[in-house]
């Protein structure tokens, strides 16, 4: 579930930044200025996908660290199941 929102949150600013590059294209600018807006809003982009990656990243070693003490737990319960049975 959080791996289905995190695409549509980067494919949606992907889209934006798409759509902001063509809006700029058609924009009354120079040319100067129009590669000025794309690279700022290209390095905008960036960044927020950077942070975005990070978050993710963050959250999927917490996953992956709660998923582990869950396997631990669960093998020293049936351990001590085994050692009950066994007498």
Do not use: C, H, Q
Not at 2 to 23: C, R, Y
């Amino acid at each position: 579930m959080a791996s289905e929102n995190g695409d549509k949150v980067v494919w949606f600013l992907a889209g934006a930044a798409i759509g902001a590059a063509i809006a700029l294209l058609y924009a009354p600018a120079s040319g100067e200025e129009t590669r000025a807006k794309l690279l700022e809003k290209a390095n905008e982009g960036r960044d927020v996908l950077g942070d975005r990656g990070k978050d993710l990243m963050e959250r999927g070693r917490e996953l992956y660290n709660k998923g582990k003490s869950m396997a631990d737990e669960a093998a020293d319960m049936f351990e001590r199941g085994r050692k009950l049975v066994e007498g």
